[in-house]
């Protein structure tokens, strides 16, 4: 048995407790707190007040601190592990924009607002103080309708066979109890929710009917925002909160990829960016600030584990990453335990690995014509696993490379890509490029962190104009309509 220790996090007045030894990135980034340089100790982002107990310092981590200038109370939480209980002070929360330290330029409010993150898998909000851009509380919780099944497709059959109103009232009724749990501990006045969501889940929530997205062409017309008073929803708030769910883009492309744009600014930018969101439905959106082009791929979750064998999401003990070190392979299991299964952060590395080492070929068969590899006592790989990995990455590729086509460019006028989504911290990169899932330069991709909450908390301080404006610049694309589809898809299926 692993002995215990307590970590206290503040401003928000959380504790978790985990096992003696586990790594902070492992606790930390399920609260927003980023990690861009992947632990390499040049950004800075993880870095955190220590308020009470120890957590040492070692002779790399000291001397990163002097380069970054900082006191003697900070550390770079991706060097740290948890031996003693602590308390720590998370300054990220005081920034409005968690991930990439730019000053987001907001007009003052009087009042709170609510940002949510209507994910299908989890769903995420934030308390905001609208004067300065605070946030006071973060909550993370399962969406209660995965008892209905982990995909968006068995969402939508749900709702088919006449379930719709009971996944609405869960995620309604979640939702509101995520909002009050904030309440009674900040009690403000809340003058304004902003929820943002995939496409499936916008409608689902707002009551709107879900069939069409169930045949082809998958045409919706109920993609604009819904508003709503509290009362229609059962939320203990006051009468006049303004509730808005804002708009999707198109059938597959919801305002969670609204608000990724929005986060990473690249509808004012005259440079071209990629943002990738690599979580249950994989969208892709390119563009800049005349023309932003997006789609939804056919990757579905498998990068959150679904259809994986032993696939998991990046949480305690999933595998999320493995090298070859010593002639062994060397995993990383999330929280100090023992590994139950790999998430999307690991199958990436094992890939990575397996193709360095030449063990398994252009086609992804294990060349030694075993039907699996094994990463620790209980946790391996399989051949299909490896199968459902190429159909991922295909897709996720072929889309990238179908919407460079529409724009008429290549991934060189591209000045970054913006990876959103849950496992972005514990990614790397060099092994994401390695498979061929982003085909850039290291020094052009930016883990964002959860763009759609960022995104969602920056429309709360923005009027109906500056979502007009996004949306008049982005066409929604179908990716299968494009007449190279397949014969990308099928070169992008390989492994160089
Ligand atoms: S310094 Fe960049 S992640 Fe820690």
Redesign the pocket.
């Known amino acids: 048995m692993h002995e215990k220790v307590a970590i206290k996090l503040h401003p928000i007045g959380k504790t978790v407790v985990v096992n003696r030894g586990t790594p902070l990135?492992d606790v930390l980034h399920e609260f927003g707190v980023?990690?861009?340089?992947?632990?390499?100790?040049?950004?800075?982002?993880?870095?955190v007040k220590l308020v009470a107990g120890e957590l040492r310092i070692d002779e790399l981590q000291q001397k990163?601190i002097d380069k970054?200038k900082l006191g003697s109370e900070w550390r770079?939480?991706?060097?740290c592990k948890a031996e003693t209980d602590i308390t720590l002070e998370i300054t990220q929360f005081e920034n409005i924009i968690l991930a990439d330290n730019s000053n987001f330029s907001f007009h003052p409010k009087q009042g709170f607002g609510v940002a949510v993150d209507l994910g299908t898998t989890t769903i995420v909000s934030q308390l905001v103080n609208l004067e300065n851009g605070h946030v006071l509380d973060s909550v993370s919780e399962l969406n209660p309708q995965t008892k209905y099944g982990g995909d968006l497709i068995s969402r939508i059959q749900s709702c088919l066979d006449g379930k719709q109103e009971e996944l609405q009232r869960l995620v309604r009724q979640k939702t509101g109890e995520m909002i009050l749990s904030m309440l009674q501990k900040h009690p403000v006045e809340v003058v304004q929710v902003a929820l943002v969501g995939n496409t499936v889940m916008h409608h689902i929530f707002s009551a709107l009917p879900v069939n069409s997205l169930s045949f082809y062409p998958f045409h919706t017309p109920h993609l604009r925002t819904q508003k709503f008073i509290p009362e229609e929803l059962n939320w203990e708030l006051p009468e006049k909160t303004e509730i808005r769910f804002f708009p999707s883009i198109g059938s597959f492309v919801g305002s969670d990829i609204l608000a990724g744009i929005a986060a990473t600014r690249m509808a004012e930018n005259e440079k071209y960016s990629v943002l990738i969101d690599l979580g249950t439905n994989g969208e892709i959106v390119v563009g800049n600030r005349d023309r932003i082009v997006c789609a939804s791929t056919a990757a579905g979750p498998a990068f959150e584990g679904a259809r994986i064998s032993q696939g998991m999401r990046a949480t305690t003990g999933a595998i999320s990453s493995v090298s070859f070190e010593d002639d062994k392979l060397k995993t990383h299991v999330i929280g100090n335990v023992q590994a139950k299964g790999i998430c999307g952060s690991g199958l990436i590395d094992i890939i990575a690995v397996l193709l360095n080492r030449e063990e398994i070929g252009l086609f992804g068969e294990i060349n030694s014509g075993a039907d699996s590899v094994q990463l620790t006592k209980n946790v391996s790989v399989t051949q299909q696993d490896i199968r459902e990995f190429q159909l991922a990455k295909a897709a996720i590729a072929t889309g990238v490379q179908v919407l460079l086509n529409q724009l008429q460019i290549t991934y060189t006028n591209i000045e970054y890509v913006y990876i959103a989504g849950g496992f972005g911290n514990f990614l790397n990169i060099d092994n994401v490029i390695r498979t061929g899932l982003i085909e850039c330069e290291t020094e052009k991709i930016i883990k964002f962190g959860n763009t759609a909450l960022i995104g969602a908390k920056m429309f709360l301080f923005e009027n109906e104009d500056f979502i007009e404006n996004i949306l008049s610049k982005t066409t929604h694309i179908n990716l299968e309509s494009d007449p190279d589809f397949q014969d990308i898809y099928i070169e992008k299926m390989m492994l160089s």
Do not use: A, Q, V
């Open positions: 990135i980023e990690f861009p340089c992947g632990g390499k100790g040049t950004c800075g982002s993880c870095k990163k970054l770079l939480t991706c060097y």
